[in-house]
């Protein structure tokens, strides 16, 4: 890597941290009343995610990432043992099982 270039998985300090969380609470208090309260009510991981979602900053592929968390109860794991094959996300849901090679 050249000097110039910036590591882009260096460790973040406590205050640029503290700087991130303040600017997504002022995101989320921007928020009408009924996203602010859907957005706190998802778990800290994965907030961010669907602070994005909520603001339109998401791709599509991240927003059905986020309604399936949000459906499954925020465990990933599940997710790809979704089992709502009337879901019009099914096939789209991340996490699923790696197809069989064919023979």
Known sequence: MSSGTQNPFKAITAAERREIDRTRDEEIEGLPEHLRLRVKAVPAPQRALHLRVVTG????RLAIKAFCQECIGFDNAEIGRC?????????????????APAD
């Open 57 to 60: 900053k998401a791709s599509a």
């Open 83 to 99: 089992s709502a094959r009337s879901c019009r996300l099914w096939s789209l849901r991340p996490y699923q099982p790696k197809a």
